[in-house]
Nanobody, 123 residues
């Protein structure tokens, strides 16, 4: 069974840092682009960032650019989202995803999804 499992979420204060992990099992995702998305109640899931299979290229939404960094460890089949200078508006459920091919920002273009992890940033 293919699974993506996020971890590392929690409650932090504004300005703090947090690192999310997304571990894959059931198959190797080394040839897949790995993405991060987030969602708040009543809103659509939005693109946060993504990293290509080799790790050689990343992309970020404007709202997190310069504060968030995506990396991956293909030996561990895991992708990370390092979040710094967190703001209350970063509060959301964060999801990891995977797709064949290059970076895309639309949720419909990702084939595999994790269950999400809650990040809450207090002011």
């Amino acid at each position: 069974q293919v699974q993506l499992v996020e971890s590392g979420g929690g409650l932090v204060q504004a300005g703090d840092s947090l690192r999310l992990s997304c571990a894959a099992s059931g198959r190797t995702f080394n040839s897949y682009t790995r993405g991060w998305f987030r969602q708040t109640p009543g809103k659509e899931r939005e693109f946060v960032g993504a990293i290509t299979s080799s790790g050689g290229s990343t992309a970020y939404s404007d709202s997190v650019k310069g504060r968030f960094t995506i990396s991956r460890d293909n030996a561990k089949n895991t992708v990370y989202l390092q979040m710094s200078s967190l703001k209350p508006e970063d509060t959301a459920v964060y999801y990891c995803a995977a797709r064949r091919g290059g970076v895309r920002i639309r949720t419909a273009e990702y084939e595999y999804w994790g269950q999400g992890t809650q990040v809450t940033v207090s002011s």
